[in-house]
Structure formats: C-alpha cells, structure tokens
C-alpha cells in the first residue's frame, strides 16, 4: 500500500518531479562513493604517518659526535645549527611576535584552519598552484617534523592529519615550544636558540619587541625578509609583524614605533651550516671518504651517531702548531705503526683556504726518503751493510750524470757510510746491482701504490711521486718489523641508540722480512745519530728516519720514527715552485718534525728503545763505518743489526787493526762492483787518504790499507739510466685547485651546502 502511494505520488508529481527526485538519488550517491573514497583515501593516507607513539619518541635531528681516542670531544656533526630552548625560557614578547605573525588563534584553535584547506582544495581542483601560507602553527610543525616539503594535496591531507593528532597527543604549550625549537630562520640556523644568536648575540630570553618582531617575520621566508642582506624587506616585514600585535591589542601603537625606529643590533651570520672546526682535514677525510659513502648524509648529520677515531686531539694541535713553522705549504702525519692508527694528520697549513689534503693527496717525490726501500731490496738479495760501493763521477752514454750532494765523489764506501751521508751515486749503482724490478717489488710490499714508479734508475734517487700516507705506511713496516698496516682513523661507529654500526682494527700483513726490516731500521739510526738526519734526534729516544730533498729544491721531506710512532713531513709549494737554494730535507722538514715528535714523545708514553722481534736472525756488532770491519778505538764506530753470522770477524786495518787479519777473514766486506764500474780506474781498498790524518797507518806505504775482496756483480741486464727526453725529476700533475672544486661538488652532492 505504502509503496503504491509512494508511486502514485511519483506519477503525480509528473516528469519534472521524477526527474529531481532521480538527480537527487544520483547525486547522493555520488556523495556517497566521495565520501566513501575520501574516507579510505583518508584513512590510507593516514596508517602511513606517525602514530602518536611515534611522535612521542620522534627526535628532531641530532648532532653527531666525534670522539677522539682519548674520549675528547673533536667536533660535532650537523646540518642545523640548533640549541634546544624551553618556552619559559623565550622572551614572552618574542613568542607573542610569532603568535602575531604566523597564526594568532594558536590558542584558541584545534589543529587545523579548514577555511585554508578548504581553499587549498579547490585550486588543486581547479589546478592552481597550491601555494603555502594560512597552515596553523600545529600544521607548520607537523610538515617540519613528519613531512617533505613538496606542496601537493596530499601533503596538505597528510598535515592536516597530523596536526589533529599532534593536538590529541601534545599541549599547545608543548606545541608551541616544539615549533619554536625546529623553526628555520634563515642562514644555516634552526630554532630561536640558534637564532637570537646568530642575528643579534643573545639568548632568546633577552629578546626585546624591536629584535622579536624582526625574528618573527623571518619564518615566513627567511632568505627573502633577512636583515643581514635586505634590511628594507626585514623592516617592511617588521612594520606587518607589529601591526598585527597592535590590532590584537597585545601591544600599545607607541610602542610598536618605538620598536621599528630602534637600530637593529645585528651581527653577521656564517652562511656555512657545515663546518670543520677541530681537525678539518682529518674529519672531512674520515667524512668523505668513510661515513658518507657508507651511512649518508642524513644519518651522519642528523642521527645523532658517535664517531670513535684513533686521533689524538693534543698530538693533532700540535701537528697543527708545528706545520705553521715550515716556509711552505706542506703534511705532517703521524701514525702508530704497530696498528696504522692514524693519530695526527695535518693535510695543509689553513683548510679554510685550501681543502687540498697534501697528507693524502699530494704526489710529491720523496727524493732520497726513498733510498731505503733500495737498501731494503739489497738486503733482501743477500748484500751486507758492510758491503761496499764504488762512489766515483757517473755519466750514461745519454748524457744522465748523477750528482751527489757536495758533488764529490768519495772513492770506496760501506752501504752505511753510503746511506748514512746520503750518496747518490751508490744508490744508483746498488739500484743496478739488485735490478730494478725487485726494487719496485720492495716498494709494493712497503705498501707504496702510487702509479708513478719509473722503471729506470733515477728511481734509487726518487723519482717517483708519492703521497705523505704512503711513505707513512713504508716506514711502519721498517719500524715494527716488517709489518704492513693499513692506515684507518674509525675505531668504532655507534648510533643514537648506542648499537655498535662498526669495529675496525688493526688490518696486518707481511710487508718484508723481520730481518731486513730491524737492519734497515738500524741503518737509519745512524743516518739520525751522524748523518744528514743528524737534526731529528729526539733526545732520550732511540731515532730512526731519513730525510728526502728533491733536485731542484721543491720537496722537502723527513720520513721517520720513534719506537711506536712514526711521522712523515712533508713541505712544498703546491705550483713546484722551489723552496729556495739548498732548502734540503735536513734544513726545512727536520725541525719541524723533531719539534712535533719531541712533544708527541712526552705526551705519550712510549718505549726509549726500539724491540727486534724474536727469530728475526740478527745479531748486534759493532762496526767501523767506514770499512765494515770491527770496530778498534780509533773508528768511527756504529753498532748495527746484521743477518746472524755475517759480521766481519777481523777488526778495522784502517784505524788499527791487523791488515793480514782482515786479509785472512772470510767474513771481510766485500766491494761489489758494477758494470756501471768498468773503465773506471780501478782502486779498490779504502785509500788511505781519505782517512783522518792520524789515523793514517804505515806512512808512506803503497799498499792499500784494506783490501776488501772484490765482487764482480753480473747483471741481466745493461743500466737503465732516465731517458734525456723526459726529465728524471718529473712533476705529478695533480692539481689542488681541482680539489677545492671537488670538495664543493662532494658538499652538494651529500646535501651538505644550502
Ligand atoms: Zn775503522
């Protein structure tokens, strides 16, 4: 019956009626399937934002903290310059400004302004660009927090969302404080604390309504209202800011003018969110080349992680100190070589000026600081350091003509003798004699990986382009015993919830023999107590090391060490511009480094004496530096590690002992003579000349004093002298103004420069 009536009614009400009563269905259930899909839409959106829980527990982003060794504090890590201030402890005009100017019913409303995003709605509708402005505070808060910064519908759903959530879960006070906390406010600075010093050098408590109401209009665009560069703009800003708090009559007119004709005490602010401030070169090392690639920049700068490194801050500043003393642009670098360690790396004299790391990324010739991975190899091949060299006038039928230092030659001499004063010409010869292959093969093994190891014989001078690490890693291994380490400065690397990310340690392989490393190490001794290291002793310590000057004076170096340390100096001018006339190693690097190490060797608490490792097959024997013989009492003496059972058994013919003993013993040096030798007029024997005046033995004889047996050399192959064309000393194309450019694309490409 009813449903008749229904239909009578229907008919009744004619076409036009039927009609209505039909758009009216349709719509409604358009309304419906809207509501529906909004609904799900919603709610979808919804299950993909924090939870209230979550909210509770959100961190807004942490700095990173980097530790050195010792538990000081080396730097902190963030993007945001940002202190966390509590409400009470803002100005109350400062959070009134801020009231005035973003979102006056902060207080009286729920969240959200529906007007506004009711407004948003329709012109992504109507496909107008959704522009920002109008958001409640809570809703500002929630996109920092939570959200992109993208400006889509769906952000604006999302916000909305949240902001009801974050108004269930916080109170406004809470709100409020969070919003001030996380706020940008231009130049590289988040939250009021970070910005009322950075603009105006006082605590947010101390804000007055002039310095307030310029803070306050910087939030709705910070780079376009700034004072710093556009003070009309700020001031306009100003006047809005103030006007506003006028109209909620939560100030007088009077005072509004008062506060926009008072002068602005600005400071100026760094543009840089990024800074190194302790240690630059190390930490962008450790940044750039581990932390980043590996965990990103986000984790890095806002989560909040602890870096455990091996430097140690006090070595580091006085690195820092002692690079300032050298006359160029230079590397100090100190590792422990029993773990690779890096404890100190100073990679220029200032990282602001120049970010070129010359510590790692400077090739540089290393000069005679090469020369004992030659003698290393000589070693290895079964020659003696008592051995001994031919140093006489050298030239290759291609016009190459090695010069020693004092361009003198001095006639037969021990390998010793040879490194201790740093000869030239015998490291060339013994280059040859041991070939050039097994020479490179040392360096590898010493750990140098540079491509640019010539294969010829300038390499026993040097010739090779280097980086300070490298030669760092080289003489490691000759002070722990031939050990090869590689160089790392992350101990450990935790997150914000204290879970261990990372553990490294020492990283140890065989680099050369135990035996040739102590023998060597020994040689190097002596070049510190009497030769041309004589100027890097460290008093109390036992002292290896050598120094390193390149032909045309542009390198200078100091490569050495003390038992558990060891520290490569490095000075040149990044464009090869000469240091100056004789500016060698011994005069340039060696008083800084003995400046650095003799600090270091106070700070630390190290063994005077170097160890030998247990079966390495040495014996000690004291020996006349000269002739390798014994030492009598009129010998320069030297007490040296030789391979057990090779020591000469006669004492020294030329300083006293007797020449028929020497003549008889097996064990004598012997002279190694090279291809390279022949037509040279043959004086084998120590002449007697050469020796100090009352030393001199059986006056007026003929006969030489020491005969030393002589070793004819056989080599496979003909001495491999530089060719003319490309010259011996070449220069490593690596340029440092490349570097700075990189260093700003690496800071883009992490996100690191605003
Ligand atoms: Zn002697």
Redesign the pocket.
């Known amino acids: 019956m009813k449903c008749e009536k229904v239909m009578k009614k229907f008919r009744t009400g004619g076409c036009l009626g039927g009609l209505a009563a039909l758009i009216g269905v349709l719509l409604l259930l358009v309304f419906a399937v809207i509501s529906v899909g909004g609904a799900f839409y919603v709610w979808g959106v919804s299950k993909t934002l924090p939870t209230a829980e979550e909210m509770v527990n959100h961190r807004p982003s942490l700095a990173t903290v980097v530790y050195d060794r010792n538990g000081k504090v080396l730097t902190n890590l963030y993007y945001e310059n940002r202190q966390w201030v509590r409400l009470d402890r803002v100005s109350p005009i400062m959070v009134k400004a801020v009231l005035a100017a973003e979102d006056a019913d902060f207080y009286g409303h729920r969240g959200i302004d529906p007007v506004s995003i009711l407004r948003a709605f329709i012109k992504d509708l109507t496909h107008q660009a959704t522009r920002q402005g109008g958001s409640t505070i809570t809703q500002q808060l929630a996109r920092n927090l939570f959200l992109t910064k993208e400006r889509t519908l769906s952000r604006k759903v999302k916000e909305a969302i949240l902001a009801l959530r974050m108004e269930k879960t916080f109170t406004k006070d809470q709100i409020l404080e969070m919003y001030l906390n996380t706020i940008y406010f231009g130049h590289g600075t988040y939250g009021i604390g970070a910005a009322s010093q950075a603009y105006f050098g006082k605590s947010p408590g101390h804000l007055n309504l002039s310095e307030a109401s310029i803070l306050a209009g910087l939030i709705a665009a910070p780079e376009y209202y700034t004072p710093i560069r556009h003070l009309d703009r700020a001031k306009t800003r100003q006047a809005y800011v103030l006007g506003q708090m006028v109209a909620k009559g939560w100030i007088g007119r009077e005072e509004a003018q008062k506060a926009l004709d008072a002068k602005l005490p600005l400071k100026s602010v760094r543009r840089s969110s990024v800074t190194f401030s302790d240690a630059p070169y190390f930490v962008s090392y450790i940044l750039f080349s581990q932390l980043l690639p590996k965990y990103g920049s986000d984790s890095v700068y806002r989560g909040g992680m602890r870096i455990y490194t091996t430097l140690d801050a006090d070595l580091q500043k006085d690195a820092e100190e002692a690079i300032r003393k050298l006359p160029s642009e230079g590397a100090i670098l100190a590792l422990d070589p029993e773990t690779g360690e890096i404890l100190a790396m100073v990679g220029g004299k200032d990282f602001e000026k120049s970010k070129f790391n010359r510590a790692i990324q400077a090739f540089r010739q290393p000069g005679s600081a090469f020369k004992p991975f030659v003698y290393a190899a000589a070693l290895e091949a079964g020659y003696r350091p008592v051995d001994h060299l031919m140093d006489s006038p050298l030239e290759f039928p291609n016009g190459w003509k090695p010069e020693n230092y004092d361009l003198k030659s001095h006639g037969e001499v021990s390998l010793i003798e040879a490194l201790t004063y740093s000869y030239n010409i015998p490291a060339v010869k013994l280059a040859h004699l041991t070939g050039l292959e097994k020479i490179v093969q040392m360096a590898r093994n010493l750990g140098i990986t540079t491509p640019h190891l010539p294969n010829d014989l300038s390499l026993a001078l040097g010739s090779a382009s280097l980086t300070p690490m490298e030669m760092a890693i080289a003489y490691s291994c000759i002070e722990n015993g031939g050990k090869r380490v590689v160089p790392y400065g992350v101990r450990e690397v935790r997150d914000n919830s204290d879970t261990v990310l990372e553990k490294n340690g020492p990283m140890l392989s065989d680099g050369l023999s135990p035996k040739v490393a102590v023998m060597i190490r020994s040689m190097l001794q002596e070049v510190v107590r009497s030769g041309t290291g004589r100027g890097a002793a460290i008093s109390g310590f036992e002292t290896f090391g050598k120094t390193g000057t390149t032909n045309d004076w542009s390198d200078a170096w100091f490569c050495g060490g003390i038992p558990g340390l060891v520290v490569i100096v490095y000075a040149g001018n990044d464009d090869h511009r000469p240091l100056g006339d004789r500016m060698t190693g011994g005069r340039v690097a060696s008083p800084v480094w003995k400046a650095f190490v003799s600090k270091a060797a106070s700070r630390l608490k190290l063994a005077k004496q170097f160890s030998v490792p247990a079966g390495a097959g040495v014996e000690i024997a004291r020996?006349?530096?000269?002739?390798g013989?014994l030492?009598?009492s009129?010998?320069?003496?030297v007490s040296i590690l030789l391979s057990a059972g090779d020591a000469p058994e006669a004492?020294?013919?030329?300083?006293?002992?007797s020449v028929a003993a020497a003549r008889a013993d097996s064990r004598a040096p012997r002279l190694l003579l090279s291809p390279m030798d022949e037509g040279v007029p043959a004086a084998p024997g120590i002449s007697a000349a050469a020796?100090p005046q009352t030393?001199r033995p059986e006056e007026g004889t003929t006969v030489s004093p020491?005969p030393t047996p002589v070793l004819k050399v056989p080599t496979p192959q003909p001495p491999k002298p530089p060719s003319p064309a490309v010259k011996p000393y070449r220069k490593d194309p690596s340029a440092p103004n490349d570097v700075e450019k990189r260093y700003q694309e690496l800071l883009k490409q992490y996100g690191l420069t605003n």
């Open positions: 020996v006349c530096r000269r002739t013989f030492a009598a009129g010998c320069p003496a004492v020294c013919p030329l300083h006293g002992g020796a030393d020491a």
